[in-house]
């Protein structure tokens, strides 16, 4: 039997066929100078998608290997650091934080809602002996849905000297991020979301004041470590084989994002946003996140009374090949989530949603058919 998926996941992210092309390329030496070339073409990318003049370290594991990195590098046990946690994946940087015997302090915010910068402000004040070294947060929380305003928290930080460990791994090339501008300190990608590569890399920033402090800092790390990576890099090399056919998909990732532009990005992101959140409401759904606050990337959808999430989520994949989330943490049982970052484009977000109809239709829950078509519908023929 034929059969087809339509990947709405925040990640893994479907693969443009330009990508898988470029990864099918035969090996290279890791140690000669066709791959010096590559990593030196793929930090400078890397570095206009980051809007950074500082370095760009890619290291091979999963993003939480770039968020483990963050914390082995520029924390040491004992030291204090500050979790502005609004959902599932601050509570990762938690459980690593205690995983290295760094003490966390928590900063919590319900499920939906972004960080309030007035109230990082007011704890940072209260930190007179500056005992608090780093503020750990992420852009994009895809547990929720919900963009943070990183701008006005690294604005609330002030003259703090905390450094400012922000995860963007979902949120990298599908929402604005100024690295330089707004003097973020460490931002961290992950391969398999906006940059459209199937996962197995992450990517770090790291700004002239966090390097000082990884060259201090006396926590343990091995495959790691950052300051092992700046040296090979400088070289034109990774401290241990990298994985060098993600790095061939990453160079031709960036190609891409630099022909659509990082604001064409940006701005095809926000519009799959519109689109999946008109057609939930013309379907009469509940949406996690307040507008205001709605990420790019991806939106958690409240499931209807008496229903489970993976009533829903199963026949959408079974019948028709829509590949949905589940919940995450405290929203695990109470939400699905509908990916929309990477290679994805409108007419897949139309498809997700008249699947979406027929399932919930099958489930006696709506009517009537193609209202969340014709919503999203709308809101793209607006874009022209
Ligand atoms: C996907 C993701 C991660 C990392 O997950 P991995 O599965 O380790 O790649 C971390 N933080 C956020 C916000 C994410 O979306």
Excluded at 72 to 91: Q, R, S, Y
Excluded at 141 to 154: I, K, P, Q, Y
Aim: aromatic share 4%.
């Amino acid at each position: 039997m034929l059969s087809k998926q339509i990947l709405l996941l925040p990640g893994p992210t479907p693969v443009p066929p330009r990508i898988v092309q470029a990864m099918a390329a035969p090996a290279i030496n890791h140690r000669g100078p066709e791959f010096k070339e590559l990593l030196t073409e793929v930090n400078q990318g890397l570095q206009e998608v980051f809007c950074t003049k500082g370095e760009v370290i890619v290291l091979t594991c999963s993003g939480t290997g770039g968020m483990e990195a963050a914390v082995a590098n520029f924390l040491e046990p004992g030291d204090k650091a500050l979790i502005v946690t609004i959902g599932a994946f601050g509570g990762r940087f938690i459980k690593i934080c205690q995983a290295f015997g760094v003490e966390a302090e928590i900063m919590a915010f319900p499920y939906g809602q972004a960080a309030d910068p007035n109230r990082l402000a007011e704890r940072l004040a209260e930190d007179k002996n500056k005992t608090i070294k780093a503020i750990l947060l992420q852009h994009n929380e895809t547990s929720t849905g919900v963009l943070n305003d990183v701008r006005a928290l690294s604005q609330a930080r002030g003259d703090h000297p905390a450094l400012l460990i922000v995860d963007s791994i979902s949120g990298l090339a599908a929402a604005e991020l100024q690295t330089d501008a707004w003097d973020l300190d460490v931002v961290i990608a992950g391969s398999q979301k906006a940059l459209m590569l199937p996962p197995g890399l992450a990517v770090l920033s790291i700004n002239e004041r966090a390097w000082r402090v990884a060259e201090k800092c006396a926590n343990k790390r091995y495959y790691l470590d950052l300051l092992a990576a700046r040296k090979s890099k400088d070289k034109g090399q990774t401290p241990y084989t990298p994985a060098v056919s993600l790095l061939f998909g990453l160079r031709e990732s960036l190609k891409m994002l630099q022909e659509e532009t990082l604001a064409g990005s940006q701005a095809r992101h926000a519009l799959m946003r519109d689109m999946v959140r008109a057609g939930i409401k013309a379907l009469g759904l509940e949406l996690l996140a307040a507008d205001e606050v709605a990420s790019p990337s991806v939106t958690a959808v409240k499931v209807p009374a008496g229903i489970k999430p993976k009533d829903i989520i199963t026949p959408l994949r079974e019948k028709y090949g829509v590949v949905v989330a589940g919940g995450q943490g405290d929203v695990k049982d109470s939400v699905f989530r509908i990916g929309h970052l990477g290679y994805v484009l409108p007419t897949d977000i139309l498809a997700g949603l008249a699947a979406l109809e027929m399932v919930l239709d099958e489930l006696g829950l709506v009517r009537a058919e193609g209202v969340a078509v014709a919503a999203a519908q709308k809101v793209l023929r607006k874009t022209g």
